[in-house]
Nanobody, 121 residues
Framework: QLTLVQSGEASAQAGGSLRLSCRASRYATSMAWFRQTPGTEREGVAAVKGSLDKNYADAVKGRFDIIKDNGKSTLYLDMDALTPEDTAMYYC??????????????????WGQGTQVTVSS
């Protein structure tokens, strides 16, 4: 079994920084962060295969950093230069094997409970 437990609700002012975490019960080859706002589809934010092969959505490239600590079985998302458009429910996802496109939800078999991120103007 593979389970994911995310850190709690987080908030920041525009221009600020936040770190989200996701603790996995066991190693998973590929892990990712998705986000979703009301009425929209869940979109890929960042993903990592192994620990070094990373992908980012254009909207967050250069501002967000995904880190997978395989020793701790923990995934992090470091978010800098936050804007109100980053406000969303953020979900951690994992795939035991690194198969499928990183930005597709069906690549991942396990999901965290979600973390509400709010960025104020």
């Amino acid at each position: 079994q593979l389970t994911l437990v995310q850190s709690g609700e987080a908030s920041a002012q525009a221009g600020g920084s936040l770190r989200l975490s996701c603790r996995a019960s066991r190693y998973a080859t590929s892990m990712a962060w998705f986000r979703q706002t009301p009425g929209t589809e869940r979109e890929g934010v960042a993903a990592v295969k192994g620990s070094l092969d990373k992908n980012y959505a254009d909207a967050v490239k250069g501002r967000f950093d995904i880190i997978k600590d395989n020793g701790k079985s923990t995934l992090y998302l470091d978010m800098d230069a936050l804007t109100p458009e980053d406000t969303a429910m953020y979900y951690c996802a994992a795939s035991l094997y690194g198969l499928g496109l990183w930005y597709q939800t069906n690549t991942y078999s396990t999901w965290g409970q979600g973390t509400q991120v709010t960025v104020s103007s």
